[in-house]
C-alpha cells in the first residue's frame, strides 16, 4: 500500500487544520551500536524499538508506516512516517473532544518537559532546534530505561550544519577505532611487563624453597623407612586380628539378631498375656452373672413348686419353664469349661516365653565373654601403636628445636603429614589442628574406641 493510501486510512475521520502545509511527518531514528541490525529478525526488532518510542512521545496514534534499509551501508537507520492523532476539546462535539491531527503539539510539548522554552523562542527555526534537542535526549533516555546501552549525543553549541560526508564521518570512525586498539595493545604490554617480574620473583621464591624442602625430604625418608618396617610388622599382626574381629562381629550379630527376635516373642507374649487376663475377666464377668442367673433359676424353681402345688391349671406354663431353665444351665456349664481352658492356654503361653528369655540371656553372656577375650589380644598391637606414637612426637621436638621458618615448615610439610595419615588410616592415631599425634590421646585410646 503507498504512503499517501497508509495516511488517509490512518487519519480518516479526523480533524485536520485548514490552512496547515504539513499533512504528515518524516522522522529517521538512527539506532545505536548496542542494538543489533545485522540479521533481518535482528532489523525488525530494531524497527519496533522505534516505532514504539514514536507511539509513547507522539500520544500513541502517531505511526502509520515504518522501514528499515537493508541495501545500505548503514543499516541502523530507521525511517518512521508519522501524523500524530489526540483529542481535540470541543463543546461541540459529542462527549466534548473530537480526534485531531496536529504536527507540533506534542513536540511542543516534549520541549517544555525538558525545560526549553518553546513560547518565548525568538525564531521558529530555535523553537525547532529546541524541539529535536528534546527528541533526541527523550529518546537516549527511553533506551537506557528499557535496558539498552545509549548515551546521548553531545548538544550543538553552535547554528549551522554539521553534516559530514560518508567519507569524512567513515574516516573518523576509523580513527577512533585505531587509537582504541593502539591504547588497548599499550596497556596489555604494560600487563604483561608487570606480569613477567611478577612470576621471576615468584621462580626464584619457588627455587629457594625446593633446595629446603628436598634436605627436610631426605631426612624424612630415612626416618620414614623405620617406621615402614614396623608399620609392615603392625600390619600384619592386624590383618590376623582383624581376621579374629570380623567372625567375633559377625557371632555378635547373630546373637543381637536372636535376642532381637526373642525380645519381639517376649513383646506378643505380653501382648497374649494381657488379652488372656481382659478373656479371664471377661469370663469371670460372665461367671458371675451365670451364678446370679443361676440363683434367678433357682427362686424361679421354687415360685413354679409353690404355683404348681397352688394351681394346677398352670401345670403346661410351668413344665415348659423348667425346661428352658434347664437349657440355661447347660449353656452355662459349657461356659465354664471354655472359660478353664483359656486360663490353661495362657498358662502355658507364659511359661514358654520364660524359657525363651532365659536361653537369649545365656547366649548374651557368651558373646560378653568373646569380646573380654578381643580386648586380651589386641593389647599387644595397642602398645606398638604407643611406641610409634612416642617416636613420631619426638621426631617432631627435633626439628622445632632447630628453629627457623623452615624447621617449622618441615614439621608441618605435606610428608609428614603423609605419615601420620598412614597411621590414621589403620585407626591407630588422632590428628592434631596443626597434623602432630596427640600421646596423651593415644594412650589413653582403648580397643573400639
Do not use: C
Amino acid at each position: 500500500m503507498a504512503l499517501v493510501d497508509r495516511l488517509e486510512e490512518h487519519v480518516a475521520g479526523t480533524f485536520r487544520p485548514k490552512g496547515g502545509t504539513t499533512i504528515a511527518q518524516h522522522m529517521i531514528v538512527k539506532m545505536p551500536d548496542s542494538i543489533p541490525t545485522e540479521t533481518e529478525s535482528e532489523a525488525y526488532a530494531a524497527m519496533l524499538i522505534a516505532v514504539h518510542f514514536a507511539q509513547e512521545t507522539f500520544g500513541g496514534q502517531a505511526v502509520f508506516s515504518a522501514r528499515i534499509d537493508r541495501d545500505e551501508q548503514s543499516t541502523n537507520n530507521v525511517d518512521l512516517f508519522l501524523a500524530p492523532i489526540y483529542d481535540k476539546s470541543d463543546k461541540k462535539a459529542p462527549g466534548g473532544s473530537k480526534k485531531a491531527v496536529s504536527m507540533t503539539r506534542h513536540l511542543k510539548l516534549l520541549a517544555e518537559e525538558h525545560g526549553f522554552d518553546v513560547k518565548g523562542a525568538r525564531t521558529a527555526k530555535a523553537s525547532k532546534q529546541s524541539q529535536g534537542k528534546a527528541l533526541q535526549t527523550a529518546f537516549a533516555d527511553y533506551l537506557v530505561h528499557h535496558g539498552f546501552r545509549a548515551l546521548r549525543g553531545k548538544p550543538k553549541t553552535t547554528s549551522g550544519s554539521d553534516w559530514d560526508s560518508p567519507e569524512i564521518y567513515g574516516a573518523k570512525r576509523d580513527r577512533e577505532a585505531a587509537e582504541k586498539a593502539r591504547q588497548l595493545l599499550q596497556d596489555e604490554l604494560q600487563a604483561n611487563i608487570k606480569q613477567s617480574k611478577q612470576l621471576d620473583t615468584r621462580a626464584r621464591r619457588l627455587d629457594e624453597r625446593a633446595a629446603s624442602v628436598h634436605r627436610v625430604e631426605k631426612e624424612i625418608a630415612e626416618r620414614l623407612a623405620v617406621v615402614q618396617k614396623q608399620e609392615v610388622a603392625a600390619r600384619d599382626r592386624e590383618i590376623d586380628l582383624d581376621v579374629r574381629d570380623t567372625k567375633l562381629q559377625t557371632q555378635e550379630l547373630i546373637i543381637r539378631e536372636r535376642h532381637a527376635d526373642l525380645n519381639s516373642r517376649a513383646d506378643e507374649i505380653e501382648v497374649d498375656r494381657e488379652a488372656a487376663a481382659i478373656d479371664r475377666s471377661k469370663a469371670a464377668a460372665e461367671l458371675e452373672q451365670i451364678q446370679k442367673s443361676a440363683q434367678k433359676v433357682e427362686d424361679d424353681r421354687e415360685l413354679l413348686q409353690l404355683a404348681v402345688k397352688s394351681a394346677q391349671d398352670r401345670e403346661k406354663i410351668a413344665a415348659h419353664e423348667i425346661a428352658r431353665n434347664k437349657a440355661r444351665e447347660r449353656e452355662l456349664e459349657a461356659a465354664k469349661d471354655r472359660a478353664k481352658r483359656k486360663e490353661n492356654e495362657a498358662t502355658n503361653v507364659l511359661a514358654e516365653a520364660e524359657r525363651e528369655r532365659q536361653l537369649a540371656q545365656q547366649d548374651w553372656s557368651k558373646a560378653r565373654e568373646l569380646l573380654s577375650e578381643l580386648l586380651r589380644m589386641t593389647q599387644p598391637i595397642r602398645d606398638m601403636v604407643t611406641r610409634v606414637a612416642a617416636a613420631m612426637g619426638l621426631h617432631r621436638e627435633d626439628l622445632l628445636s632447630k628453629g627457623g621458618a623452615e624447621a617449622e615448615e618441615a614439621a608441618r610439610s605435606p610428608e609428614m603429614k603423609r605419615i601420620f595419615a598412614l597411621g590414621q588410616s589403620n585407626g591407630i592415631s588422632d590428628e592434631h589442628p596443626d597434623g602432630f599425634v596427640d600421646l596423651a590421646k593415644l594412650q589413653d585410646r582403648g580397643p573400639g574406641r
